[in-house]
């Protein structure tokens, strides 16, 4: 839950009622950092099943990690894309696609297990 409420702080969706600010509280780093690390320890197991999803997960985790910013699935993406190296652009706009369609791909699974271990090295070992 701190990883949602965390983003829904930070991004600021409008939704009729209360201001974001009155209804949710500040979540410490430490717990938010611990959420989304959370969302991507299988990421290596989940990337089979859930590509889209593991793929835009890692990119939000990493743009917290390096830069401290609080993005959704999409706007993670987005940063990868500008931030990654350039080997991986193609995939992230292929996940960014199937994630606002939901359209199923069939991506290449060297190049996804590729990113994944890029990924988790830079989030959890740098």
Not at 4 to 10: A, Q
Not at 68 to 97: D, F, H, R
Request: hydrophobic share 35%; glycine share 6%; proline share 3%.
């Amino acid at each position: 839950m701190a990883a949602h409420f965390t983003v829904i702080k930070n991004i600021r969706y409008p939704i009729v009622g209360k201001s974001v600010d009155e209804v949710f509280g500040d979540v410490p780093t430490k717990y938010y950092l611990d959420s989304i690390k959370g969302d991507i320890k299988n990421a290596k197991e989940d990337i089979d099943d859930s590509p889209v999803d593991t793929i835009l997960n890692l990119c939000r985790v990493s743009a917290y990690k390096k830069e401290g910013l609080v993005l959704s699935k999409e706007q993670g993406g987005a940063w990868g894309i500008e931030n990654l190296p350039k080997q991986y652009t193609a995939l992230l706009y292929e996940a960014l696609k199937c994630y606002k369609s939901e359209i199923e791909e069939s991506f290449n699974r060297e190049l996804l297990l590729n990113l994944c271990n890029y990924m988790i090295e830079s989030i959890f070992y740098e």
